[in-house]
């Protein structure tokens, strides 16, 4: 351990990128537990962390969080009620 003078905030709870700039904030590295994941720590709760809060540790060391990521219920934004006007109707529509 390089320089111990970095206390390990708790993080949990946290929404990851919150807890991601603070980490950069004080000087510490968040990963996630796969580091080599194509998926950037980003989105999600901070569900757990290693090493735990209030430990001393170097200047950019890395702080290992398990992320519980939210539903992904994103999907389609468009408004499902009224339909949409079918093309069979556009000559109904264009009639004056």
């Known amino acids: 351990?390089?320089?111990?003078?970095?206390?390990?905030?708790?993080?949990?709870?946290?929404?990851a990128l919150d807890a991601w700039?603070?980490?950069?904030?004080l000087g510490l590295?968040?990963?996630g537990p796969d580091p080599d994941s194509p998926e950037p720590l980003m989105h999600g709760?901070?569900?757990?962390?290693?090493p735990l809060p209030g430990a001393k540790v170097g200047r950019w060391d890395p702080v290992t969080v398990w992320v519980?990521?939210?539903?992904?219920?994103?999907g389609d934004r468009e408004p499902q009620q009224p339909l949409?006007?079918?093309q069979s109707d556009a000559a109904f529509?264009?009639?004056d």
């Open 68 to 74: 519980r990521r939210p539903p992904d219920d994103s």
């Open 93 to 95: 529509f264009d009639e």
């Open 45 to 50: 709760i901070v569900t757990r962390q290693q």
């Open 21 to 25: 700039l603070l980490g950069h904030d």
């Open 1 to 15: 351990m390089a320089d111990a003078s970095i206390e390990v905030p708790d993080f949990c709870g946290m929404q």
């Open 84 to 86: 949409p006007p079918k």
């Open 29 to 31: 590295l968040l990963v």
